[in-house]
């Protein structure tokens, strides 16, 4: 009975760990849709009006997605971290 049950929870567990990684992929993808100098300023205003903890997610990804844009020598957005006015 305890190795069904330990089975059981190994499996949950995997199946919790790939429901997170296809929302994360979601999240990166709609995100990555924000390119804009104007759209980024958009996104920033919202996150703004909310704590650290609740957008550190978020701003993880967009921070990537600027590095990734100016490490591959596109044009710069927003500038890391956010709108730059």
Known sequence: MMIKSKLRDVRTGLANRR???????????ELASFRTTAERAEIDELLSRHTAEETEQIRDILYRHDAYRL?????PTAGMGGYLG
């Open 19 to 29: 429901t997170m990684r296809v929302a994360h992929r979601k999240l990166t993808d």
């Open 71 to 75: 490490a591959a020598g596109g044009r």
